[in-house]
């Protein structure tokens, strides 16, 4: 059976200081995620190669930097676009943009960053992915928080407008495996 494995980059700098959006490169913690990744993959994949997919911003490549396998970058897999929102913590950004910030939390899903996207957008733009994803084998992505949400309820079936309030943890491996009846799903917590 296929399977598809998802993960979360690594803790970054940004996802310590609260800040959202950015380029920020992988914190200590999240270095070791790096280096923990390969043999987590190969309590979870076994000696199958797999294909890496990341996105294009550090914190997933240097996630990615020691599997041992094929690596690709696509930019449909960078983190939901915050737009003006882009570097803020909540924090700022319920006091620099109150009514927005009430607004994305009234509709996460529909709710557009000014000048960035929203999670409605995120899907539409995942569908190469997805499609690519449907006729490929053995590929591993390594993404961001609101990607993976969008991925992970498509394979699980899940109503899109669930996804944006789903929990995500760091620094763990997601296996799905689609079988008639459904996806069977086997998560791997990295001991760091
Ligand atoms: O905080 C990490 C992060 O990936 C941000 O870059 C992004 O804006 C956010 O999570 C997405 O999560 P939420 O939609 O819950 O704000």
Redo the contacts with the bound molecule.
């Keep these: 059976p296929r399977s598809i494995w998802l993960s979360r980059h690594g803790e970054s700098e940004?996802?310590l200081s609260g800040q959202?959006?950015g380029d920020a490169d992988l914190s200590p913690r999240g270095q070791l995620y790096a280096r923990a990744l390969p043999d987590l993959v190969r309590k979870s994949a076994g000696d199958l190669p797999l294909t890496v997919w990341t996105s294009t911003l550090k914190r997933t490549g240097q996630t990615a930097r020691f599997l041992p396998f094929e690596k690709l970058s696509w930019k449909a897999l960078d983190?939901?676009d915050?737009g003006v929102c882009d570097s803020l913590t909540y924090a700022e950004i319920e006091q620099k943009y109150p009514a927005d910030f009430k607004s994305r939390d009234d509709d996460?899903y529909n709710y557009r960053y000014l000048g960035g996207e929203s999670y409605r957008d995120v899907v539409i733009r995942l569908e190469p992915i997805i499609m690519e994803l449907e006729r490929s084998e053995n590929i591993l992505i390594v993404t961001?928080?609101?990607v993976l949400r969008c991925i992970y309820a498509y394979f699980m079936g899940m109503n899109q407008e669930q996804s944006?309030w789903m929990e995500v943890p760091l620094h763990c491996l997601i296996k799905l495996t689609p079988r008639a009846y459904g996806t069977v799903e086997d998560r791997l917590h990295a001991n760091i």
Excluded: D, R
């Design positions: 940004f996802n959202i959006g983190e939901l915050s996460k961001h928080q609101a944006p």
